[in-house]
């Protein structure tokens, strides 16, 4: 089984499959070339980007990613604040440092290639790397493909034939489940709720205070992710020219609180969605869940119905718990990548983990948490992702704060009935998945179709 801190990983924006997978795989090569000799004899290194990586790597920030990747960062620990400048020095430089104090010839601009002509068979976002010696004969080369939501993988992974669709992560838990109807069965015949059947599988992998520690690690940046974008105004990077407005609308709701509390609902998620999003636009340190793209509706949630309360502590945990369980299912039979699956991969999961989580923390039975989950996918299917001039940002951005109020409507009707609704969770999974294969690529992250070429870029 995977583990739900798989899926909620601290990186930085502005995308988890164009941003913190190509760092992760450019570390990755850099790492195995340390392993032997090759390191020592590295004179060149050539990135070739495929796929979706290459129509919207520009927008992703792809180049950026790779060159932070290649410095040997990593996205949970690197400064994004700094980011700009550490990429910058190799854009002027032409050199990339190395481990020792050495460095070789690296000119992003000639280096890192688009090859916009190369779809990869196994996965849209594929990245190949070569390292050459100083005469020019090759060392090493290997392939990836990120995944989404930073998951990366090899090829060899990836033409592996799995049992049951189970992403084989090599740990044994007490309670694991390769679909809904069975977690479900395991909540019925150990009377326990999904977060706790998750919290006994976390707490076989590590420690429990190591768990507990994880989860309100990922809640601080959540909530600090939405505490920053409140207060940064200005335009967002790109030739959009993209105006925050999350921190006007916070002003606008911190003068007159309760003016109209019931229609300012909207308003209070709708500006904590779009602050996370703002943020990660701008390549601001955010937390994938399960994407970067989809990063602010679960923080939105959260922030809203669980972060003030008394039991704060134990009401976050359970969401988080809950919502990850459920982000579970569809990594290990779907997929989680706008580039496989479109925008109902990425805005449509997040929505619908996040329904599972607040039916949680209302104290809704592990069916109704399926319910709401299933529920905040149905009304997400066939959703594309056209990302306007490849950046994250139209529709992006709105999307999410719309995702939030889904997922609490989504939430709320669940927990008006008790039986299990006449779609599935599992069904409706399986529905996402079929839908995003026959979805054409012009609407999966490529910007070839969609808003993304009947919008005119500014």
Known sequence: MLSVLDLFRVGIGPSSSHTVGPIRIANRFISIL????ALAKLARIEVELQGSLALTGVGHAT?????????????????PDMADSQVADVYVGKRLPLA??????????????????????LHPNGMKLSAFDAEGNLLREETYYSTGGGFIATAKQLRTPLADDIVQAGRAVPYPFASAAELLSICADKG??????????????????????????IVEVMLGCIQRGLGREGVLPGGLKVRRRAPALWQKLQASPQSNEREQLFDWLNVYAMAVN???????????????????I?????????????DSTERLRKFLLAAGGVGLLYKQRAS?????????????????????????????????????????????????????GGLVQIPCIERNAIGAVKAVNAARLALHSVEQTKVSLDQVIETMRQTGLDMSSKYKETSQGGLAVNVIEC
Request: charged share 20%.
């Open 34 to 37: 340390g392993d032997g000799d």
């Open 63 to 79: 180049p950026k990613a790779v060159v932070l990747g290649l410095l040997g960062l990593e996205p949970e620990t690197l400064d």
């Open 100 to 121: 020792g104090g050495r460095s070789v010839d690296f000119d992003p601009e000639a280096d890192i290639v688009f090859a916009y002509h190369v779809l990869p068979d």
């Open 192 to 217: 326990m709720a999904i977060h706790e059947v998750i919290l006994a599988n976390e707490d076989a992998v590590r420690p429990p205070a190591e768990t507990e520690a994880a989860l309100d690690r």
């Open 278 to 296: 703002e943020e990660n636009a701008s390549g601001g340190q955010v937390v994938t869940a399960p994407t970067n793209g989809a990063a602010g």
């Open 298 to 310: 679960i923080p939105s949630v959260i922030k809203h119905y669980c972060a003030d309360a008394e």
């Open 336 to 388: 989680i990548s706008g580039a496989e699956m479109g925008c109902q991969g990425e805005v449509g999961v997040a929505c619908s983990m996040a329904a599972a989580g607040l039916a949680a923390v209302w104290g809704g039975t592990a069916q109704q948490c399926a319910n709401a989950a299933e529920i905040g996918m149905e009304h997400n299917l066939g959703l594309t992702c056209d990302p306007v």
